[in-house]
């Protein structure tokens, strides 16, 4: 078992670029869900899916934010264009149920200049 | 509202001494509570989960957990800490009868350190 694999693991880029940070879940897991944690504001859910489809997105800051899951192995969260408070680390999870145990990939460090 | 309370930022122990970190919580129905636990540059490790049943739950690396529906409590203990459980350790609940769609509210965490 490989475990939720997420990349990159560190991003530096300048205000106004474009980020894409990727996720892949563990294979059979129905849900994924995306994540911010920031030392002033903890763990934050911004989105998640069930088999591929976005159930609540409440939690995405802004119209700048948007996340797709075109396969049961494959997510993206965007952030178009980004800006220097969107420096946090993003962390990806998955589980088979909502019940059942999420399990965290080791997050993107992503820091905006 | 759902909502989850990790009274203490940090904790310190002595290792070989018992560990609590506690958690209070608040739901509308009935809750599905877990622990998880925080390494640096890690993503959070589930450690234990209370969902219906006995109220004393038994998770990995020697933990355990105690449902106290009266004091609405989830404290995590560790009857001898070892150095290594030095991390950040998140409580985390679910209302099952929740309209947020049956997210998990994490709380803020608390920060462990086990000296030698």
């Known amino acids: 078992d490989a475990g939720v694999i997420q990349s990159p693991r560190h991003e530096v880029t300048e205000m106004g670029q474009e980020v894409t940070l990727r996720c892949k879940p563990i294979s059979g897991h129905d849900y994924l869900f995306w994540y911010r944690q920031t030392m002033m504001r903890g763990l934050e859910l911004l989105i998640y899916?069930?088999?591929?489809?976005?159930?609540?997105d409440s939690g995405m800051p802004e119209d700048r934010f948007s996340a797709k899951m075109p396969n049961a192995s494959f997510s993206t969260l965007k952030i178009q264009p980004s800006e220097p408070r969107d420096s946090a680390v993003y962390f990806c999870a998955s589980s088979i149920t909502m019940d059942q145990p999420q399990h965290f990939g080791d997050g993107t460090r992503l820091s905006i200049l | 509202a759902q909502s989850v309370a990790q009274p203490e930022d940090q904790v310190n122990v002595a290792e070989g001494n018992p560990l609590t970190v506690k958690c209070t919580y608040s739901?509308?129905?009935?809750?599905?509570l877990f622990w998880y636990v925080q390494y640096p540059n890690r993503g959070l490790q589930f450690l234990l989960k209370?969902?219906?049943?006995?109220?004393l739950v038994k998770g990995s690396y020697g933990f355990e957990a105690e449902f106290n529906k009266s004091q609405t409590s989830f404290h995590l203990k560790k009857p001898s800490a070892l150095v290594s459980d030095s991390a950040l350790y998140f409580c985390a609940v679910r209302d099952e009868t929740t309209d947020s769609w049956g997210k998990l509210q994490f709380g803020a965490g608390t920060q462990v350190v086990v000296t030698p």
């Open positions: 209370y969902i219906t049943g006995d109220n």
């Open positions: 739901v509308s129905g009935n809750p599905y």
């Open positions: 899916f069930n088999n591929n489809v976005p159930i609540d």
